[in-house]
């Protein structure tokens, strides 16, 4: 059986995992950085709605021109469970990406850094050897279109995504509470009207239990329609059910193509994201904003912190896990704090019913447009469920 060597092993090459290995290369360009992924392509199949925040991308790669922006987005508008719209923000709010060209351009910045991906290539198994006395601790099993061989690396980043077996391989608690898993079913709808600048979030406990439901533009009259919901909720329908009732509702002369089905973490990170010589990012650590189940770019920003910390313990001598503990500590104080808070405000929303967000959506229509921030909303909600003043003084205090 074929075996190699490598310094760093990224396993998974989703946004996480390129941009680990971009930013491991570009930390220590002596490094030999191996991407493993197992799909045939990054980026496809396309397993997500694709919306990201303008300011969070453009950290990563440079917007303008760019062929990975399938749209751009001026305005967000919310609808209440009986169809009240608010429109809650306008300027440069963000883009719909189109995945399928978004990986490729990571893997070329990663590959530009000196990163080496190979497609088509899963791990199927990853231990530790202790004893071992030259650093490469960790032997990862894979299976590609050479067949099966392993792979030795000094050190690995785990980017498998939400189904993630890597941190578990490494002795790491990556459990989710079922009531924190949203199930996701979503088609892109073409021929149907909305407004192509805009995204829409739609909740309520007939539109998607637990969740909300999407519409994000891709062009004029095409766009990402899909739905999240917690199954514990579902009364026993899985999303695609409640995603075709949905459509039948809501856009019903809308042709449906490309069918996708996923899962989203809505919790928060996990407890202890280091071990000897491994760190998990992105999905596979949990780092998604639990409000609103969005991880390309907070998984992106992980991944930079990942990829810095392996290079320089690498070049530390000291991969332990008591050196990368600073990895969780950085990330926790970036964003794994705020997702702690935002993970809250989800629980104490969930407490109220569709006739509260109505109610909501109707009062906060009487705000002038120009001041309708979401403090402002939130405000509202306060003084008609004064329950939620707990939540608010942890998240504003
Ligand atoms: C329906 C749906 C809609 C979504 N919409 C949005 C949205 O609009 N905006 C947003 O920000 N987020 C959205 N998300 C979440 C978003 O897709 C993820 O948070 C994001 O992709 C996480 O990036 P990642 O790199 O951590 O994981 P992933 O993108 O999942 O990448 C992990 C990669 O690892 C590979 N892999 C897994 N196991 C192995 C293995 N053993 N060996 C080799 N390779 C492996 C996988 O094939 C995959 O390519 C959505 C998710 C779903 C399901």
Known sequence: MIEERCDV?????????LVAAREACAADPGLDVLVLERDRAVGAPGRCGEGVGSKGVS???????????????????FWAP??????????????????TRFEPALAAEAGREGAELRTGTEVIALTRDAAEASGYQW??????PRGEGFVRAR???????????????????????????????????????????????????KVAPGGYA??????VGVANVGLGIVALKGAGRPAREWLHSYLDDYFPTGTRTGYTVGG????????RTVADGLIPCGDAAHMINP??????VTGMKAARLAGRHAAAALAAHDTSASRLQRYHEEWMSLLGEDHERFYRIKEALNKFDDDFYNRLARTVNGIAPDRRTLGRVFAQALIQHPSLLPVAARYFV
């Open 59 to 77: 950290e990563f790669l440079d917007p303008a021109g760019a062929s990975w922006i399938s749209r751009r987005i001026t305005k967000v508008i």
């Open 9 to 17: 092993l990224v396993v998974g090459g989703g946004p996480a995992g």
């Open 155 to 205: 050190f690995v980043i785990g980017a498998d995504g939400v189904e993630s077996m890597v941190g578990r391989w490494a002795g790491l608690d990556t459990r989710v509470p079922a009531r924190d898993m949203e199930s996701c079913a979503q088609y892109v709808v073409s021929g149907i009207e909305f407004d192509p600048d805009a995204i829409y979030l739609h909740f309520g406990d």
């Open 139 to 144: 032997i990862a099993r894979v299976r590609g």
């Open 291 to 296: 409000l609103s189940g969005g991880g390309i």
């Open 214 to 219: 999407w519409v994000f533009p891709k062009g």
């Open 264 to 271: 989203v973490i809505v919790h928060t990170t996990v407890k």
């Open 82 to 99: 009986d169809g009240t719209e608010v429109r809650v923000a306008e300027g440069d709010v963000g883009y719909i990406l189109d995945r």
